[in-house]
């Protein structure tokens, strides 16, 4: 055998080469790459994915718009760990009732008011008889609704996501019904543990925080409200007694010859707003009261009830329609005794003083066209202005003129010493190009429920307006402002006009001003504008 044979023989007779020999012929099986998951965590991971896709699914269609008697509103399943009902009142706060024990809340938003079923309501006084039961009808309604769209939308959210996960149609079959298995367990333990008593121990957030400790059970609202109403009369009084006490005007004082007008705006139906006004009344021995409109909120039948108390507030009531006022409003108006209501440029002599107004030509109770330096506006002021010229031609001048936009109320620059308008729920003065005195009026109801979408309450305000009753030039004003809800502070603060300063000339009254006032006499507690003031934070009712 040759050397290199014998070699390679031996080579192949070595442990390493049979071990390699014994492996080629019996090979060890080969470790596999891919992990099969532990069947809990794959159970986990359906769960997730079906609890994603059916909380999107809710959040994207699983609400219901349905009618609750003259409301509108929304009704929407959410996932949740205590269960409950809450009730979102915007801009009021909101109420959680624990109305049941599961996995899901539900949700239930106060749109609006429907303008037209109150209305059905007024004109169908017989109906309300029934609307309890039409009420609870409705409501079961919505629910059904719900219960049959929140399932669409939990099995298809669910089975989706589970596609998009898997991407194979068995594991999102399962997903849906997993998310269909599970919604139905919950709606079967709200029924379970459904609790109707709940009602009665409600919990109130945001602004409504307060209701319980103001006014109690339901029973005692109506009650509490209106001492709420005298507390905050008598609160005016006190001030205006302090104001009285303090303020030092030497330049001006009124006397009994002087005719005072209180001018009012924007009350949008503040109920409040008719013990301040009598409170005022009384305690500055007014003359006329002067409405700049806005007294509405939606103008609709249903709440024309509002303004009767106008017949019995102690002093005659001039009034022009704002853009929260509807021809219904004014023609229930124009029914009270103690009311005279101006449109058109009418006029009308009250309290020793010739008034004309004009009726806003926009009617926005949802304040989609509520917007300014609209061609109406001035048309409607143009108007006014060429009745002003008109009843100067026939000797019968007028004094005062009244329109609710500031707007239309520039237009009768020159034909009037005085024009009167609100609407932009601040208070302002300015003498015009041609002379005439422009005095907007701030909320006297406080804004309404639109002082509650701020960071703060809107305050409450209104002036009185001194007139000499021989000139019937304006002498003096008086700016009383409240603190909105909840706010026991007040102010009173004295203006003069510039041609009322010491002395002042007689061209003095011809000349611009964007404000008009004087800042003679000294404030109670340092006002730096010098504007003569008295704020206090006494509470209501306090000597």
Do not use: C
Not at 347 to 364: E, S, W
Request: net charge negative.
């Amino acid at each position: 055998m040759p050397r290199q044979a014998m070699s390679r023989a031996l080579r192949a007779l070595t442990p390493r080469a049979l071990a390699r020999h014994y492996r080629s012929r019996h090979p060890h099986p080969t470790a596999e790459l891919v992990h099969h998951p532990h069947p809990w965590a794959r159970a986990l991971g359906l769960v997730t994915v079906v609890l994603i896709g059916a909380w999107l699914g809710l959040l994207i269609v699983g609400n219901v718009r349905t009618p609750v008697g003259p409301m509108n509103t929304t009704m929407t399943l959410r996932p949740s760990v205590t269960g409950g009902t809450k009730i979102n009142v915007s801009p009021l706060g909101a109420l959680e009732l624990r109305s049941h024990n599961a996995p899901v809340r539900l949700d239930v938003n106060v749109d609006q008011l429907d303008p037209e079923r109150a209305q059905a309501l007024v004109d169908h006084p017989e109906r309300i008889s029934g609307l309890q039961d039409e009420i609870a009808s409705d409501v079961q309604h919505g629910t059904l609704d719900l219960a049959v769209r929140s399932g669409v939308a939990v099995v298809s959210g669910a089975t989706a996501l589970g596609l998009a996960v898997y991407r194979r149609p068995r594991r999102a079959l399962a997903a849906g019904g997993l998310a269909l298995a599970l919604l139905t367990a919950s709606g079967g333990a709200a029924a379970a543990t459904w609790n109707p008593n709940s009602v009665l121990e409600p919990k109130f957030s945001g602004l409504l925080s307060s209701a319980p400790s103001l006014v109690g059970n339901a029973r005692s609202i109506v009650t509490e409200f209106d001492v709420y109403q005298q507390e905050l009369a008598r609160l005016v009084t006190n001030v205006t007694k302090l104001y009285d006490a303090t303020s030092t005007l030497p330049a001006y004082q009124p006397d009994p010859t002087t005719i005072r007008v209180l001018h009012v705006s924007d009350i949008h139906l503040n109920p409040a707003s008719w013990k301040i006004i009598a409170s005022l009344v009384e305690q500055y021995e007014i003359n006329v009261i002067v409405d700049s409109g806005d007294t509405m909120d939606h103008g609709s039948a249903a709440e024309n009830g509002f303004l009767d108390p106008i017949a019995d507030l102690g002093a005659p009531y001039v009034w022009v329609r704002g853009n929260h006022d509807s021809r219904e409003t004014q023609r229930y108006l124009e029914g009270i005794d103690n009311a005279h209501v101006l449109d058109e440029g009418r006029a009308v002599t009250v309290g020793g003083l010739r008034f004309a107004g004009m009726g806003d030509p926009q009617f926005t109770p949802d304040r989609s066209g509520d917007k300014e330096n609209l061609p109406s506006e001035e048309t409607a002021g143009q108007r006014l202005a060429d009745a002003l010229r008109a009843q100067k031609a026939a000797g019968t001048p007028v004094d005062i003129a009244i329109a609710h936009n500031p707007d239309a109320a520039r237009e009768t620059d020159g034909q009037v010493p005085l024009v009167l308008a609100g609407h932009l729920h601040h208070s302002e003065m300015e003498i015009l190009d041609k002379g005439t005195r422009l005095r907007i009026e701030g909320s006297t109801g406080g804004s309404g429920l639109r002082a509650l979408e701020g960071q703060y309450p809107d305050p409450i305000e209104t002036s009185v307006l001194y007139l000499d009753r021989d000139t019937h030039r304006l002498q003096a004003w008086d700016e009383i402002k409240l603190g909105g809800l909840g706010l026991t502070t007040a102010e009173v603060s004295r203006h003069l006009p510039k041609e009322n300063q010491p002395g002042a000339t007689p061209d003095d009254d011809l000349s611009p001003s964007p404000s008009g006032n004087t800042s003679t006499s000294r404030s109670p507690r340092g006002s730096s504008n010098g504007s003569p003031s008295t704020s206090t934070g006494v509470p209501p009712g306090a000597p």
